[in-house]
């Protein structure tokens, strides 16, 4: 069972990212970050690690612009991940049955929270006419409340009142339609190959293709040397007594540097275009002059 103490911490970082997100301090309102904050809430990071990480490969390629809203992939994941771990549901059946559709289904609130946030707006038009500059900048704050209201209270009230139907739920999925449980689960492990699909639909794809083929020649190449170079470590663990050398973490610091370097030697191209192109310009406005 959820406590109440797990409940408040949760509802807490549900109001806090996105007040984040509506600021410039944007890392905390990623569902990665918020699932392994909710996982630790839960005693079970892993699970939420999973569950935020999941999410946030789901939507990587969806974006807003102005004021349009999106699917709250952050208090689905924050959802999810307390279901999952407290009544021992699997997180990619959470992921898929909990998660997403929370998400979903928050997208009205997202779209409540920007209409009564406009109450403050138009105190704050008010108060540009008279100057009163303080009052400016107190409603300005006063904004924040129905943004985390509108993330606070849903979760606390899903995660108060929900575990029974959640509990429900599961022994359904578990039982006589055990095999839409398992098409969900399938599901919630195929979501963040959505994600990539959506996200290469929009990225020039076409113009730099031997990026995407280098990439995933490279995650090969790294994939087979941490197979067996933890193959070699098992061996020598088991030959050598007292051996506890750590091959884990070579492939993913490997593929992070391979990024590191492409990132990196991107700007620096990018930066000498754009040098070129502005003495070019300057050029170009002296001999007119």
């Given at each position: 069972m959820i406590g109440a103490l797990q409940i408040l911490l949760l509802s807490l970082v549900a109001a806090f990212t996105v007040v984040c997100g509506q600021n410039w301090w944007q890392t905390a309102n990623q569902p990665v970050f918020v699932g392994l904050a909710a996982g630790v809430i839960m005693g079970d990071p892993a699970t939420g690690m999973f569950i935020g990480g999941s999410m946030q490969l789901t939507v990587l390629g969806i974006g807003t612009f102005g004021g349009s809203s999106h699917i709250d992939a952050n208090t689905g994941s924050i959802i999810a991940t307390a279901f999952s771990v407290a009544l021992g549901m699997d997180p990619s059946q959470a992921l898929a049955a909990i998660a997403v559709p929370v998400a979903a289904i928050l997208t009205v609130v997202d779209v409540l929270g920007r209409f009564c946030n406009t109450f403050f707006q138009h105190r704050i038009d008010t108060m540009i006419e008279r100057e009163d500059y303080a009052g400016i900048e107190r409603n300005f704050l006063y904004g924040i409340i129905p943004w985390a209201l509108s993330r606070a209270l849903p979760a606390a009230l899903a995660l108060a009142f929900g575990q029974g139907v959640v509990q429900s739920l599961m022994d359904i999925l578990n039982g006589p339609l055990a095999w839409l449980g398992t098409g969900l689960g399938v599901a919630g492990a195929v979501?963040?190959?959505?994600?990539?699909?959506?996200?290469?639909?929009?990225?020039?794809?076409?113009?730099?293709?031997?990026?995407?083929?280098?990439?995933?020649?490279?995650?090969?190449?790294?994939?087979?040397?941490?197979?067996?170079?933890?193959?070699?470590?098992?061996?020598?663990?088991?030959?050598?007594?007292?051996?506890?050398g750590n091959f884990i973490g070579l492939p993913m610091l490997g593929i992070a540097l391979v990024g590191l370097f492409l990132a990196v030697s991107h700007y620096k191209t990018t930066s000498g275009r754009t040098a070129s192109q502005d003495t070019a310009q300057e050029g170009d406005d002296d001999d007119e002059l």
């Open positions: 979501l963040p190959a959505v994600g990539f699909a959506i996200l290469l639909r929009y990225l020039p794809v076409r113009e730099n293709w031997h990026y995407l083929v280098f990439g995933f020649v490279v995650t090969i190449f790294f994939n087979y040397l941490f197979t067996n170079v933890k193959s070699m470590g098992t061996a020598v663990a088991g030959a050598v007594e007292g051996f506890s």
